[in-house]
């Protein structure tokens, strides 16, 4: 058996469901084994996932719809839903599978995403042309998912590899699923029509799922617009889509990997147990003496830096001590779930070794490098006060990474389960709240936001940035949920003229992986995906997990014992 049932491509509308109805899931299944048995396998410098920038490779005009449309859909870094519920997200787009000229009709996979359970899923997206034109038949989309799929399956290890590397994120080495994404006028224009044809091609495909144990699922796009890019605009979609499955076929189960927290009181436990087991190794005396069921261990007051975690070095430990002044601690700085005891630690500590050329190496989970391109020539500053922004209490920045023309403001979360929400939607008294949570005139004022009544200028840049007008009413205002992590975006971009520049910076957010808020579909994820998917300027959000960030640490004389101390104290070993 041959896999050149896979390229066929003659689908006649006019008997399309006569030729659906002679696919033998028998005969296209072991064509699938097939060509997984011959399928190309790329050299290891042609990789197939990273090095998309969000923006595309053409200017002037273009007739490449589908192409824009797919790089903005990965652009929203969303959170999907498939029928069963199942989580996904798209991380890059347009990857090849060619390892030569030769491999006819292989391709490129529209769309590549991972699963909440890690298991790889690719997208075949079918838009009505720039021209009006329907594009290709539904079963070409279905034979083009299942030969992408055949070339993945068959090089699992390898795409799982370069997803580690690229994004920080694991992939389980299992069949991936296929997804035929349709806007909704190249569905109808197919098949509204023609009913028996639409019932055949869910039948078959329901065959090929079950004969190959993969899951195919047909999708619909709502009918939207695509504004086109070029190689310094980014495509973008006028409307933030919702996938429909009016022709689903049922997913079969899949388990997620073992260690996969999602109940919070589990992140909770686990911290405890770990916080303890090291509390064990202090003395009475270095503990505030306040134990009780639930709460963390708090270092003495008279002994905060108890609560750093420190090399063997002197020299070393006294100059991450200095990093952050007494004046300048938090309230909270000698619990152990402080964030900000952890973040003096950590990036103290590749500042003090002179290595702050390694956080390059750190890939965020968009697939850039998490903290931009430091060298030994970056400068690292902690608790920053922003003095752009024309704010009464100064946004401080965790971390701040500087060159010459480059900023990254970074935001560090360990337990934290949310990011902080606007103070003005909060009554703090039994007074009512100074903003009902909505983007409008209220209470007597003359700007919509309360915080532009008093001259915060964050409303005079956002426009710039995200897909927010401040010149209409928004119900509910977007910032209400972003706030912190506007602030922080705005923090990187804006200088002290005034001026902002999307290029000159990005934020960069930092989290415990294990932290359930911060996994897909979790509060905190949502968050961060609200604003990434109302951001103009891909990259200029960025996140990445403290798991990533410690494991370059491993093949560094002086940091090697970074990752041994997190573990210990917190429980946070490297990542794989």
Known sequence: ??????????????????????????????????????????????????????????????????????????????????????????????????????????????????????????????????????????????????????????????????????????????????????????????????????????????????????????????????????????????????????????????????????????????????????????????????????????????????????????????????????????????SFRSSQAIAQSVFGAFKAAGRLDLLSRIPAECGRPAFGGTSLETKLSMEVHVQTLNEPRPTQLDVCLETDDYRVAVECKFCEPVFSKCSRVVSKTSEPPICDGTYTLQQGRNARCALSEIGVSYWGFIPELFDWSATQDLSPCPLMPTYQIVRNVLAAVVDTGGCVDPSKGHAVFVYDGRNPAYKLGGVADFQLRQATSACRFPGLIRRVTWQEIIRVCQNSADLIWLPKEMNKKHGIFPSP
Request: glycine content about 6%.
């Open 1 to 334: 058996m041959t896999f050149d049932l896979l390229f066929n491509r003659r689908w006649p509308k006019s008997s399309l469901a006569n030729d659906l109805a002679e696919i033998d899931a028998t005969s296209y299944s072991q064509a699938y084994q097939s060509l997984k048995k011959r399928a190309p396998t790329r050299p290891h410098g042609r990789p197939y996932l990273g090095g998309r920038t969000g923006y595309p490779t053409t200017e002037g005009k273009t007739n490449r719809r589908e192409e824009h449309f797919a790089i903005a859909m990965v652009n929203l870094q969303n959170c999907w839903l498939l029928p069963d519920g199942t989580r996904f997200e798209l991380l890059d787009y347009q990857v090849p599978l060619k390892a030569a000229r030769s491999d006819r009709e292989i391709g490129k996979i529209d769309m590549f995403g991972v699963t909440e359970h890690g298991r790889a899923l690719l997208v075949e997206l079918k838009v009505i042309g720039h021209s009006g034109g329907p594009s290709d038949p539904p079963p070409v989309a279905l034979l083009e998912g299942l030969r992408y799929a055949s070339v993945v399956e068959a090089n699992l290890e390898r795409l799982a590899e370069e997803l580690r590397g690229n994004f920080g994120r694991d992939m389980i080495l299992e069949r991936p699923d296929i997804v035929i994404l349709g806007e909704a006028d190249w569905w109808s224009r197919w098949l509204f029509a023609d009913e028996g044809a639409k019932s055949v091609l869910e039948e078959k495909a329901k065959e090929l799922s079950q004969a190959l144990g993969v899951s195919i699922v047909f999708a619909t796009l709502p009918n939207t617009q695509v504004e086109y890019g070029n190689r310094s605009k980014a495509p973008r979609l006028a409307d933030l889509p919702r996938l429909e499955y009016p022709h689903s076929l049922p997913r079969s189960a899949v388990k997620a990997p073992n260690g996969l927290e999602t109940d919070p009181r589990q992140h909770e436990a686990l911290l405890q147990t770990t916080w303890w087991s090291y509390a064990k190794t202090l003395t009475e005396d270095d503990l505030d003496g306040h134990e009780r069921s639930g709460r963390p261990p708090v270092v003495s007051p008279q002994k905060p830096s108890l609560n750093l975690m420190l090399p063997c070095d002197k020299r070393m430990a006294l100059e991450i001590e200095a990093e952050i002044q007494k004046t300048s601690r938090h309230k909270h700085f000698g």
